[in-house]
């Protein structure tokens, strides 16, 4: 099993920048892909940013590419978000997510069916 625990969310100011924080903790070792999903009020999950643990290659929704970099640091079991140049849209809960295999980020249900998730953290981008 493996748990997860989001921070860092909070409000922001369109065009404003805001780093969220994924800790990872449990049997990691196990992992082999983590990612960023955001839900907004009435609407499903959707991916956001992908990471390969072993390779670190990284995938992209195309609506925030360009403004968000995922990035971890592997020795403290951290996944973190940066997001810059926020935009109203971006307001959502986001949650992380950890696979023990490679999947793709547009496969939400899969990825809600077979990997771990954390409760979420709530971001709010005023305008």
């Known amino acids: 099993q493996v748990q997860l625990m989001e921070s860092g969310g909070g409000s922001g100011q369109a065009g404003g920048s805001l780093r969220l924080s994924c800790t990872a903790s449990?049997?990691?070792?196990?992992?082999?892909?983590m990612a960023w999903f955001r839900q907004k009020p009435g609407k499903g999950r959707e991916g956001v940013a992908t990471?390969?643990?072993?390779?670190?290659?990284?995938d992209y929704d195309d609506s925030v590419k360009g403004r968000f970099t995922i990035s971890q640091d592997n020795t403290k079991n951290i996944l973190y978000l940066q997001m810059n140049n926020l935009k109203p849209e971006d307001s959502a809960m986001y949650l992380c997510?950890?696979?023990?295999?490679?999947?793709?980020?547009?496969?939400?249900?899969?990825?809600?069916?077979?990997?771990?998730w954390g409760p979420g953290t709530q971001v709010q981008v005023d305008g």
């Open positions: 990471i390969l643990v072993d390779t670190g290659r990284t």
């Open positions: 449990g049997n990691t070792y196990t992992l082999s892909q």
């Open positions: 997510a950890a696979s023990t295999r490679p999947l793709d980020l547009a496969s939400t249900l899969i990825w809600v069916r077979r990997a771990f």
